[in-house]
């Protein structure tokens, strides 16, 4: 049994991913910050915890991670403002990562999106400028750690059914193909037992390949 923390436990790819887990035995700590979540994180199997991260200092954020063996963050400011969208994608990500090298936490998995990096081209008068700059920000810092990393990158989500069957590495990221949460949630669950995804970059969307096949592609950098 491994213990794994997921840092946005109420979101719809966390819940998944908690149920998937639990169900496969592992020990869950879901952290939210509403306590009015915790019935729901309850019902996946996980053990809810608060920790509102945005406000939370490394130190504090170290302590609630101790004693796990991964981390997986699926946390997001969920638009609104550009501040609290630096707050929380980009800094409080930060101080997660950091929190987790003070720990003692190994294994960190960080929920992306197909096309994060500096040359993402969203423009600055764009609403998704700041999400798509925090996110920048946050997977290269921990591309720059000595943690055991994997970024996630899916396509557009979607609530379609979870089936397990991804493209990695897409071609052609924009003809409008989504990525199903349930898919997403699989994904992070298959490659927390994958050693071989340390360090890699794994962009997908729902598609043709089993999950197993589709991860071991080489051409996922």
Do not use: C
């Amino acid at each position: 049994m491994t213990r794994i923390a997921i840092i946005g436990g109420h979101g719809k790819v966390a819940l998944e991913l908690s149920k998937i887990l639990a169900t496969d035995g592992h020990d869950v700590t879901s952290f939210i910050r509403n306590p009015d979540h915790q019935a729901d994180v309850a019902a996946t199997g996980a053990t809810p915890s608060l920790l509102d991260v945005e406000y939370s200092t490394t130190a504090e954020i170290a302590a609630a991670l101790r004693n796990h063996d991964a981390v997986v963050w699926s946390a997001g400011a969920g638009g609104g403002s550009p501040e609290r969208t630096y707050a929380v994608d980009r800094d409080a990500a930060i101080r997660s990562i950091d929190a987790a090298a003070e720990a003692g936490v190994g294994r960190y998995i960080m929920v992306s999106y197909l096309g994060a990096g500096p040359d993402h081209g969203v423009p600055a008068d764009n609403g998704f400028f700041a999400y798509a700059e925090a996110k920048a920000a946050a997977d290269a810092y921990l591309r720059g750690t000595s943690l055991g990393w994997t970024i996630l990158g899916p396509g557009a989500l979607t609530d379609g059914p979870g089936n397990g069957m991804i493209d990695v590495d897409p071609a052609d990221a924009s003809d409008g193909t989504g990525t199903a949460r349930a898919n997403v949630a699989l994904v992070a669950a298959a490659v927390l037992g994958m050693p071989s995804t340390i360090g890699r970059t794994i962009e997908f969307r729902d598609g043709t390949l089993p999950l197993a096949a589709a991860l071991d592609d080489p051409s996922a950098t």
